[in-house]
């Protein structure tokens, strides 16, 4: 029993790093598509921009309801990315040394 649910934690941060990977590349290419290094006339660059845009914005959402309105600077990426890395490396590390300790 303790090992399916260490490796259901691991499979857990594995996802919090794609999803903190995917966060990434959306901030990358939203740079490019700015200073216009890349454009979204692309039919790929439009598609890959979409894609990551309705993948992340469950994540972005809740956070942009509680923040205040900057303008035109979007912080809300960065918590999103604070709170994948305190579950990534705090609580699900955590959680595996209680699972150990426990011997559950």
């Known amino acids: 029993m303790t090992n399916i649910l260490i490796m259901i934690l691991q499979i857990v941060q594995f996802l919090l790093w794609v999803a903190t990977m995917v966060i990434v590349v959306q901030a990358i290419l939203s740079w490019l598509i700015a200073f216009n290094v890349i454009n979204t006339h692309n039919e790929f660059v439009r598609s890959l921009w ?3 845009g309705r993948v992340t914005e469950p994540f972005y959402r809740p956070i942009r309801r509680v ?3 900057f303008g035109a600077l979007d912080i809300s990426p960065l918590i999103v990315l604070l709170i994948l890395y305190i579950l990534n490396n705090i609580v699900v590390p955590g959680l595996i040394r209680q699972v150990i300790l426990s011997g559950v």
């Open 50 to 52: 979409q894609g990551l």
């Open 67 to 69: 923040l205040p309105d």
